[in-house]
């Protein structure tokens, strides 16, 4: 399983970025898709996952902020971040478990400027 994260940058305080991510290679319908996050000096951490039967749950902290949504024809995951924060700033990675097995994709780097 590949998966192909797009969509970080830098943005001010108070801004928006959306975050996309597509899985290619050997899917199965039984899954579910994340984000994860990782700032400086500090441990990765949940930030918001989505089933394929659309349940989700979002980190305390991006609650009402954060959106996450997957299109399941084309096994791809978007995350709306709003209202974004400096704390928000690291790198977000997409993460996609199936079968038992966690995939990774590269990280996306998010910068939000106070």
């Known amino acids: 399983v590949q998966l192909q994260a797009s969509g970080g940058g830098l943005v001010q305080a108070g801004g928006s970025l959306r975050l996309s991510c597509a899985a290619s290679?050997?899917?199965?319908?039984?899954?579910?898709m994340g984000w994860y996050r990782q700032a400086p000096g500090k441990q990765r951490e949940l930030v918001a996952r989505?089933?394929?039967?659309?349940?989700?749950n979002y980190a305390d902290s991006v609650k009402g902020r954060f959106t996450i949504s997957g299109d399941n024809v084309r096994n791809t995951v978007y995350l709306q971040m709003n209202s974004l924060k400096p704390e928000d700033t690291g790198v977000y990675y997409c993460?996609?478990?199936?079968?038992?097995?966690?995939?990774w994709g590269k990280g996306t780097l998010v910068t939000v400027s106070s």
């Open positions: 989505i089933t394929n039967t659309g349940f989700t």
């Open positions: 993460n996609r478990f199936q079968s038992g097995i966690d995939y």
């Open positions: 290679g050997r899917i199965f319908s039984i899954n579910h």
